[in-house]
């Protein structure tokens, strides 16, 4: 007979390696469907005391907000561990204690449910302005954003999302993942979103001022979305952009000192193999058009930084002479691992 498999002792673990492996879990399941999510926290809830404990607190440091059932089991959370109902109107809504909890935690929300029956009506089904009751503060947030409606007057689908952005005056970090490639045309969000310093995007909106007529010199709509979205975060300072986009259809703050660009060995010709390219990102045209350009010449140059392959991406020595010429600092960062040659 086969002697019995050992048995984990879940007691045993020590209390970080258990954090370690249910933040790892929950994590992966900030894009699942919330039932996905709250079954994951109800079963490890059941382990033991220690893992209950645990899990309330992964559940509070990396909140996850995409639907509002969301909202009934954070509202269940917050008042367990503070005493207090965000959703009353008797009480103070933001507890001193909770607001410095959520100084050190991140905040991950989906946008994706909206519903538009008619033609001058559109509305999420999650309040996203009702977010900050929750949870009044934040170091992170992360917005995986579906595919939306177009927009025009009466549809204005960024709206909800800026202002929910807006009222988180104190967060430093913002990532906005846009999960596909649109074509629409987007009218330009008002609020603006004072706290954030440093901006990631993955799948930059495109610009579309092209399909339409303007008078000489005037390129882009006085409402593009996408040319002025990154003015609507006036002390941005460092711009990080995940997936090519032509550079010279955005418009940056006069703050931003650093723009990164990631630029992994995806292309590839049996001559060269895996290789990074920057062509894409059309650098050379962006810089003679006033990308970093720099009014005060005793200011600090600017900088922009490529992750890449091992090798030296495609379009790299022309990018480097267009900065050179005005005056700008090209870093090259061999960040990612080459992938080796297509065997015949």
Not at 42 to 69: G, H, K, N, Y
Not at 152 to 172: G, N
Not at 322 to 344: G, I, K, M, N, W
Request: contains cysteine; charged residues 20%.
């Amino acid at each position: 007979m086969a002697p019995p498999l050992p048995t984990l002792q879940i007691r045993s673990l020590p209390l970080e390696l258990i954090h370690y492996i249910i933040h790892d879990a929950w994590f992966s399941l900030v894009d699942e469907e919330w039932g996905n999510r709250w079954e994951f926290y109800r079963d490890i809830s059941l382990v033991s005391r220690t893992w209950r404990e645990a899990m309330a607190s992964i559940a509070l440091r990396c909140v996850m907000i995409q639907t509002p059932q969301d909202f009934s089991n954070y509202r269940l959370l917050v008042k367990r561990r503070w005493g207090f109902d965000p959703d009353s109107k008797d009480v103070e809504r933001v507890a001193p204690a909770a607001r410095d909890y959520f100084q050190r935690s991140e905040l991950h929300i989906v946008v994706s449910d909206w519903a538009c029956p008619s033609s001058t009506g559109f509305y999420f089904t999650t309040d996203y302005a009702r977010i900050p009751c929750y949870i009044p503060a934040c170091k992170h947030i992360s917005v995986i954003i579906k595919e939306l409606p177009s927009n025009d007057r009466h549809i204005l689908p960024y709206h909800p999302l800026f202002e929910f952005l807006s009222q988180y005056t104190t967060t430093k970090e913002l990532y906005l993942l846009w999960t596909y490639t649109h074509i629409n045309r987007y009218i330009l969000p008002t609020q603006e979103v004072r706290g954030v310093t440093y901006l990631r995007i993955h799948e930059y909106p495109r610009c579309i001022c092209h399909n339409y007529h303007y008078s000489s010199g005037h390129t882009h709509d006085h409402e593009c979305f996408s040319y002025y979205l990154p003015t609507l975060f006036p002390n941005l300072r460092h711009l990080h952009l995940d997936t090519p986009y032509i550079l010279k259809c955005l418009l940056t703050p006069p703050g931003v000192t650093q723009l990164t660009l990631e630029a992994p060995p995806v292309h590839y010709l049996p001559s060269l193999g895996y290789f990074s390219s920057l062509m894409g990102w059309n650098i050379v045209s962006a810089l003679s058009l006033g990308l970093f350009r720099r009014d005060d010449p005793d200011a600090p140059r600017k900088k922009i930084v490529v992750n890449a392959g091992s090798k030296e991406p495609a379009g790299w020595r022309q990018a480097l002479a267009a900065c050179q010429a005005h005056d700008v600092e090209l870093e090259l960062r061999h960040v990612y691992v080459t992938p080796p040659p297509v065997s015949a």
